[in-house]
T-cell receptor, first 113, second 116 residues
Framework: KQEVTQIPAALSVPEGENLVLNCSFT??????LQWFRQDPGKGLTSLLL?????REQTSGRLNASLDKSSGRSTLYIAASQPGDSATYLC????????????FGKGTMLLVSP | DTGVSQDPRHKITKRGQNVTFRCDPI?????LYWYRQTLGQGPEFLTY????????KSRLLSDRFSAERPKGSFSTLEIQRTEQGDSAMYLC??????????????FGSGTQLSVL
């Protein structure tokens, strides 16, 4: 059974800092990995999707990397802003049961001005 | 707004009552998913439709839960005889069928259910 772990569970940084969020998964047989953002009481917004054959994806200040063989992904946020404050979730689409995503519990990020 | 729409946003009900939620996916998306999320946890898969066919159901989906997607458009999720443990955020997502490697899910804002 695929398990996804996110570290740290919570992170507080001052504005302007660069930061890294970590995601690990137990079964490396995946189709892709997706990073989401969730604001309190709201749904999920897709940030980046990395296909299993890719090493990284970039969108603006966000960069996500994938090391499938070691079961790890990182989300790098450059020059953090208070508006980045949210919970960040990673999810993997496994080869077995490919119709579903398995999510981690998320990292709650607070960027203070 | 052409995103995934869910209704209602919030639902408060008494234990034992039935509730129904609605999801309107992005219009051209043929796949629709229901997930459930409790506080401090990531979303958990409930069920999945391709067009009008319900292709997969999680073991989390007890007999009290039923989902439909008539005509492959909107979907409803009904919970019968609600229990306090059903209190959660119910999230709907849709996607356009592609290859498994690049299919991206788009989520709605969810329905927050509170069972008293």
């Amino acid at each position: 059974k695929q398990e996804v772990t996110q570290i740290p569970a919570a992170l507080s940084v001052p504005e302007g800092e660069n930061l890294v969020l970590n995601c690990s998964f137990t079964d490396s047989a995946i189709y892709n990995l997706q990073w989401f953002r969730q604001d309190p009481g709201k749904g999920l917004t897709s940030l980046l999707l990395i296909q299993s054959s890719q090493r990284e994806q970039t969108s603006g200040r966000l960069n996500a990397s994938l090391d499938k063989s070691s079961g790890r992904s990182t989300l790098y946020i450059a020059a953090s802003q208070p508006g980045d404050s949210a919970t960040y979730l990673c999810a993997v689409r496994a080869l077995l049961g490919y119709s579903t995503l398995t999510f981690g519990k998320g990292t709650m990020l607070l960027v203070s001005p | 707004d052409t995103g995934v729409s869910q209704d209602p946003r919030h639902k408060i009900t008494k234990r034992g009552q039935n509730v129904t939620f609605r999801c309107d996916p992005i219009s051209e998306h043929n796949r629709l998913y229901w997930y459930r999320q409790t506080l401090g946890q990531g979303p958990e898969f409930l069920t999945y439709f391709q067009n009008e066919a319900q292709l997969e159901k999680s073991r989390l989906l007890s007999d009290r839960f039923s989902a439909e997607r008539p005509k492959g458009s909107f979907s409803t999720l009904e919970i019968q005889r609600t229990e306090q443990g059903d209190s959660a955020m119910y999230l709907c997502a849709s996607s356009l069928e592609g290859t498994a490697t690049n299919e991206k899910l788009f989520f709605g804002s969810g329905t927050q259910l509170s069972v008293l």
